[in-house]
């Protein structure tokens, strides 16, 4: 059993920054991949990143060159870098883990993980 907790969450204006941290209660080096997930009110949760065992990174493009996924084993813990934030970021952000190696596009999909956060709000306003 894998538990992870978000922070990192709040308010900010449009083109501010935040960063997001995803702690895991077991050791992160076991994991295959790490994603960050969002999910807007009367929306579908939507793919954000992932990041792979090899450090490897996919994103959607909505957040290409804005958003940088990185893990620290070390840590147990993976981020999510957040720059030129627009409102349409707005979402609860959710940590996941996938204990299955696939290719990292494979990672874009809701079945590949294996355990979910609960989630922090991020709001950005205009």
């Known amino acids: 059993q894998v538990q992870l907790v978000e922070s990192g969450g709040g308010l900010v204006q449009a083109g501010g920054s935040l960063r997001l941290s995803c702690a895991a209660s077991?050791?992160?080096?076991?994991?295959?991949?790490m994603g960050w997930w969002r999910q807007a009110p009367g929306l579908e949760r939507e793919f954000v990143a992932a990041?792979?065992?090899?450090?490897?990174?996919v994103y959607t493009d909505s957040v290409q060159g804005r958003f940088t996924i990185s893990r620290d084993d070390a840590k147990n813990t993976a981020y999510l870098q957040m720059n030129t934030l627009k409102p349409e970021d707005t979402a609860v952000y959710y940590c996941?883990?996938?204990?299955?190696?696939?290719?990292?596009?494979?990672?874009?999909?809701?079945?590949?993980?294996?355990?979910w956060g609960q989630g922090t709000q991020v709001t950005v306003s205009s």
């Open positions: 996941a883990a996938a204990l299955t190696y696939y290719s990292a596009s494979y990672y874009r999909l809701l079945s590949a993980y294996d355990y």
């Open positions: 990041i792979s065992w090899s450090a490897e990174a």
């Open positions: 077991a050791r992160t080096s076991r994991t295959f991949a």
